[in-house]
């Protein structure tokens, strides 16, 4: 494992990329209504992107078609977008990639389209919730599973289950750099100390229902296996002397 630390200069660099990540989501809960289907979405995304300067680091990721990943209700992770239109009361996970100039930035979010249940927003809750507990446990030399402890915790503190099978990770030059970011403690995981310097993308995938998932006959739409709701949110953050800095966030 060779987790590298980022400067000052190119977490600047990394947070022009999350600016741009952040309008993107922004864009997304601003069109996410019943009717607009998923493709939609991607089309103004990518549009949105190339504007800015950033090209989507998704498309064509391992052969993967899209700019965005767009997830429905039972849908974990990895939709990829279509002639699907949304419907009310649908829950929709958006993960958004960008790379501007060398360096990437990487955030997800739920959105609610329309009105939707009350089970569904409180997995919406618990699961960003998750992510606001992990990042403010976040201090220069933390051991990684600080992280994975807080999101663990609160999730099944709130009788959710995390997603095991797919997790954060380290961020920079590549969308996918060490180490890998667990939303839960494994006995015998690697835990390494995080230096001031690391930036990780850290993602809660959490299920109303149980952690088993499966992936669909397209070969990337992760769905949960008892097909319940699943809830999906992301932010890459550095670590800094002061704390966390969060850089996928729309700027000022």
Known sequence: MVISRKSPREIECMREAGAVVAEALALCERLARPGVTTEELDRNVESLIVKKKGVPLFKGYRGYPASI????????VHGIPGPRPLKNGDILSVDVGVRVGSYCGDAARTIAVGDISKEAKRLISVCETSLTRAIETIR????????????????????????????????GREMHE????PNFVA?????????????LAIEPMVNAGNENVEVLED???????????????EHTVAITENGPDVLTVLSA
């Open 187 to 199: 006995a015998g995981a690697p835990d390494p100390v995080l230096p001031s310097g690391v930036v």
């Open 178 to 181: 060490d180490p890998q970011v």
């Open 69 to 76: 990943c767009a997830s429905i209700n039972e849908e974990v």
């Open 219 to 233: 070969g990337w739409t992760v769905v949960t296996k008892d097909r319940s709701l699943s809830a999906h949110f």
């Open 140 to 171: 220069a030399d933390m051991r990684l599973s600080t992280i994975s402890r807080a999101v663990q915790l609160y999730v099944e503190s709130q009788g959710c289950s995390v997603v095991r099978k797919y997790t954060g990770h380290g961020i």
